[in-house]
């Protein structure tokens, strides 16, 4: 299975820190997402990082990308209590079609 | 961006029938794609929706117990057929502007329970 882990699996913290999430994945990338889903509902997109890119932000959202490791990270800065949601990275294969393949997804609480 | 409109939002169906879940784009779009969301899990790809041919499933899912249709650019209905409690998930249409490394637009999926 080319579906990447994300860990941790579930994080809580408090309003005002800074949330850290991983992804990892299993083969060449055109690029990586990340999404954020509310209770089950759709999935909005994030950020869109390409595999030549490092590191991109929008806002409190920095990504950093790793291809040599085949990794990439999601902090959120700032957080509050409206960023309680799951976010899944998902990603874009090289050689392959343009279907997405999404990870396990962090669970993410912050608490007021 | 794209607006896309999911049918129904949620149902609950006896096992043995089947439930066609409809999206709408509001806009042409070229990638139309489904996927299902079990229980606390991510999202695994259904199918990839073809206009005006067949769509294109992932292994482990199957045309007889998911058909899908496209019959335009902006329109694609999936079929969970004769339905079992396993089938209960959120079933999620995507769409993309065109191929490339672009973003998905989502539906707010249909949670879908078997009874």
């Known amino acids: 299975s080319q579906q990447g882990e994300e860990d941790p699996q579930a994080l809580s913290i408090q309003e005002g820190e800074n949330a850290t999430m991983n992804c990892s994945y299993k083969t060449s990338i055109n690029n990586l997402q990340w999404y954020r889903q509310n209770s089950g509902r759709g999935l909005v997109h994030l950020i869109l990082?390409?595999?030549?890119?490092r590191e991109k932000h929008s806002g409190r959202l920095r990504v950093t990308l790793d291809t040599s490791k085949k990794s990439s990270s999601l902090l959120i800065t700032a957080s509050r209590a409206a960023d309680t949601a799951s976010y899944f990275c998902?990603?874009?294969?090289?050689?392959?079609?343009?279907?997405?393949?999404f990870g396990k997804g962090t669970k993410l609480t912050v608490n007021p | 961006s794209a607006v896309i409109s999911q049918k129904p939002s949620r149902d609950i169906c006896q096992r043995g029938t089947s439930l066609t879940i409809q999206c709408q784009v509001d806009s042409q779009v070229t990638m139309m794609f489904w996927y299902r969301q079990q229980p606390g899990q991510s999202l695994t790809l259904i199918a990839t929706a073809n206009q005006g041919s067949e769509a294109t499933y992932e292994s482990g899912f199957v045309i007889d117990k998911f058909p899908i249709s496209r019959p335009n650019l902006t329109f694609s209905t999936l079929t969970v057929s004769n339905m079992s409690p396993e089938d209960s998930s959120i079933y999620l249409c995507s769409v993309g502007r065109e191929p490339g490394d672009t973003e998905a637009f989502f539906g707010q999926g249909t949670r879908l329970t078997v009874v």
């Open positions: 990082i390409r595999s030549n890119e």
């Open positions: 998902a990603t874009v294969h090289q050689g392959g079609s343009e279907k997405l393949v």
